[in-house]
């Protein structure tokens, strides 16, 4: 780095060996003088798979997520945030802010000239992982949100949250802590339940030894790893994020942008996987449900003994359930682009009601198309209907109500479409295009 670069530390390799099932290789690129490190594993030509770690984690908190996907056709890039893992850390506290942060991320897809990339968000990953979708759309095909939120109007910040601002300011449990009588594998041991605060934490604030079990002393290395040896400088990164949340500096957390990339959120028409942990009490379950309702289109799976770090503890199966909702979105595609030409180019006379059920199987089903075809104008109609206001005839519907209701006459307009189309051609047999073993 030259004199004019921020002054910044940079963790030996060496670290890194031997870590229990994270063995990729490294990649870097330079953001002015600046080495940002990224897993990049799969075919270079590949959909991409982007996952996004927040604090205290890296990388490493995707190590189970990686090999389902690599199978399954993805390119899987896991980048480390400036002040993580292999990435070099600037020893400035005010370098860092949440802007900076998401720039940084901006400039490596660009860098690599990412499209059709899956992004996988949680913690702090949402709001620097989510502005990227909101920025950049069209190189994004799915969201994975878990475990995290994008700050705007009316957001109340859980007693979790507030807790961990207090706990990592001058005299919190973390500031005075970290890293001279634990580091943050510590605490990740304790978070995903791999050890207790009593046999993990208060030894060590006694200035005893802690016992850990194997898989929770592994776990320990790993995410100690990126800051050992490095003294309260190694840790600066880390310990800017809780103090830029925006409720407590909202500047520094770019409140204002993220409210901008909440609507946009809201508003995509891209596929959206909810994946919650609802053993969590800095984003707790009821946030995220009420989140996934204001994205009509988006699913929801959850975890009932998973918490914050649920890509820790649950990483296989959150790939197996986003692999399945992909197959099932492609089926969909595939068979809905199939069956609109044919649709289209079905003419049958127009014969009376009387005569639905007369005929040849291909008469009747030309018939069935024909009516799918009204129901779809007639649930268009009737959606209309219901979002004006009926001059006091009749209660307007609740927003949630219309919603749901326009929502289920499209669906079933569309789907009686589709199998009346699918009957009239009988040799049309949808391949299960894009899916994945």
């Given at each position: 780095m030259?004199?004019s ?20 290789r490294?990649?870097f ?8 490190h990224?897993v ?10 982007l ?14 997520i990686?090999p ?13 945030h ?22 940084n ?12 990339v899956?992004?996988f ?7 620097t992982g ?27 910040y859980s ?11 001058p ?16 605490l ?21 030894a ?5 898989e ?22 880390p ?9 407590h ?8 942008a ?27 379950g ?18 009932d ?9 649950h ?24 069956v ?10 127009r014969?009376?009601?009387s005569?639905?059920?007369?005929g ?7 018939r069935?198309?024909?009516r799918?075809?009204?129901h779809?104008?007639n649930a ?33 307009a ?16 949808p ?7």
């Open positions: 030259s004199t670069d921020p002054l910044a530390v940079r963790t030996p390799d060496a670290r890194f060996e031997s870590l229990a099932d994270f063995s990729y490294p990649h690129v330079d953001l002015d003088g600046l080495r940002m990224y990049d594993e799969g075919l270079k030509d590949a959909p991409v798979a996952m996004i770690h927040g604090m205290p984690t890296w990388s490493y908190l995707y190590r189970s990686i389902p996907m690599i199978p399954a056709g993805y390119r899987c890039i896991a980048p480390d400036i002040g993580f893992a292999r990435s070099d850390k600037v020893t400035d506290p005010t370098w860092y802010d949440i802007a900076r942060h998401t720039t991320l901006a400039r490596l897809i660009e860098t690599l000239d990412l499209h059709d899956t992004i968000v949680q913690d702090w990953g949402g709001p989510l502005a990227q979708v909101a920025t950049m759309p069209d190189r994004f095909s799915r969201l994975v949100i878990m475990n995290t939120w994008l700050h705007h109007d009316g957001y109340e007693p979790g949250i507030l807790n961990w601002i207090r706990q990592n300011d005299g919190g449990l973390f500031r005075d802590n970290v890293p001279q009588r634990f580091g943050w594998g510590t990740m041991a304790v978070a995903t339940q791999r050890v207790s605060p009593q046999d993990g934490l208060l030894p060590l604030l006694q200035g005893e802690a016992t850990l079990s194997p929770a002393e592994a776990l320990r290395l790993a995410y100690d790893a990126p800051f050992v040896g490095l003294g309260d400088a190694g840790v600066t990164g310990r800017q994020f809780p103090l830029s949340i925006p409720v500096d909202h500047v520094r957390g770019n409140g204002q993220q409210a901008r990339h909440f609507a946009a959120i809201n508003a995509t028409s891209l596929p959206v996987n909810f994946v919650w942990g609802l053993a969590d009490d800095v984003f707790t009821d946030w995220g449900r009420r989140w996934h309702s204001l994205i009509p289109h988006a699913t929801w799976d959850a975890f003994d998973a918490g914050h770090f649920l890509q820790d503890t990483g296989e199966r959150i790939a197996r359930l986003v692999l399945g909702h992909a197959d099932r979105d492609s089926d969909q595609s595939a068979l809905e682009a199939a609109s030409p044919i649709a289209a180019t079905v003419t049958m006379p014969l009376p009601w005569a639905a059920f007369s040849s199987p291909r008469r009747r089903a030309s069935t198309v024909l799918s075809r009204r779809v104008r268009r109609a009737h959606a209309r209907c219901h979002s004006r206001p009926r001059g006091g005839r009749k209660p307007e519907l609740p927003a949630a109500s219309a919603e749901a209701r326009r929502t289920t006459h499209a669906r079933s569309r789907n009686q479409l589709l199998m009346a189309t699918a009957v009239v051609t009988a040799r049309f047999r391949a299960r295009l894009g899916s994945r073993p």
